[in-house]
């Protein structure tokens, strides 16, 4: 089974709308962490936001937030006001079982495309 | 700060030679960490150092891979016998190594072609 799903391959908004790109984990550990990257076509990955798998609060991160349901293991990011600057991949990733065997890396997704249309 | 760097950005390679990416991570972080993405997937992890030892070499896809980072701060990745399928960008990500939810900092990466 995969680690991360992401069921959007693209996805279109409106500048200075909200969107959500979705994300669902797999993972049978109780501790673990979900981040999510930014890909623009220069190819950088750029780290946006991050949630504990114990955090009680969703993470928040100037326009981005991360609407996290544990128990339907989704952690959806939630971009607002879209700006044109915002049309890259978006990648959702997993780190988890520390400290288990390979607990250091990312579990990374299929990512998400998304265009700003002005 | 200066962040991840990887050279060379482009490699053009034939089919069976050997290739050596160089990662230099962000000063400081002991974690060093190796991930290929293909055309239209998410990155892959292939190779973990935490200072100069290789603590979780899982994802390396077979023995013609292999990585090094003999002073705790700059790693190559070295290929041996390059396919046509090891086409891909090679990214370098780094990390301080302390804490359970600290970020990965990814350089530009590595965008190998074997012909």
């Known amino acids: 089974a995969q680690k991360i799903t992401q069921t959007q391959p693209g996805m279109f908004v409106q500048e200075k709308e909200a969107v959500t790109l979705d994300c669902t984990y797999d993972?049978?550990?109780?501790?673990?962490?979900l981040f999510w990257y930014k890909q623009p076509s220069s190819g950088e990955m750029i780290f946006l936001i991050y949630q504990g798998s114990y955090d009680e609060q969703n993470a928040t991160e100037g326009r981005y937030s991360l609407n996290f349901q544990k128990a339907r293991k989704s952690a959806n990011l939630v971009i607002s006001a879209s700006q044109l600057g915002d049309s890259a991949m978006y990648f959702c990733?997993?780190?988890?079982?520390?400290?288990?065997?390979?607990?250091?890396?990312?579990?990374f997704g299929t990512g998400t495309r998304l265009t700003v249309i002005p | 700060g200066a962040g991840v760097s990887q050279t060379p950005s482009n490699k053009v390679t034939e089919k069976g030679k050997y290739v050596e990416l160089r990662c230099d991570p962000i000063?400081?972080?002991?974690?060093l960490y190796w991930y290929r993405q293909s055309l239209g997937q998410g990155p892959e992890f292939l190779i973990y150092?935490?200072?100069?030892?290789?603590?979780?070499d899982s994802g390396l896809p077979n023995d013609r891979f292999f990585a090094v980072r003999p002073e705790g701060s700059v790693s190559t990745l070295k290929i041996q016998r390059t396919e046509r399928g090891d086409s891909a960008v090679y990214l370098c990500?780094?990390?301080?190594?302390?804490?359970?939810?600290?970020?990965?900092?990814f350089g530009p990466g590595t965008r190998l072609l074997v012909l």
């Open positions: 990500a780094s990390s301080l190594g302390r804490y359970f939810g600290e970020t990965q900092y």
């Open positions: 000063s400081g972080h002991t974690a």
């Open positions: 150092f935490q200072g100069t030892g290789a603590a979780d």
């Open positions: 993972t049978s550990d109780q501790s673990y962490g």
């Open positions: 990733a997993m780190r988890e079982g520390f400290p288990a065997p390979g607990a250091n890396n990312l579990f």
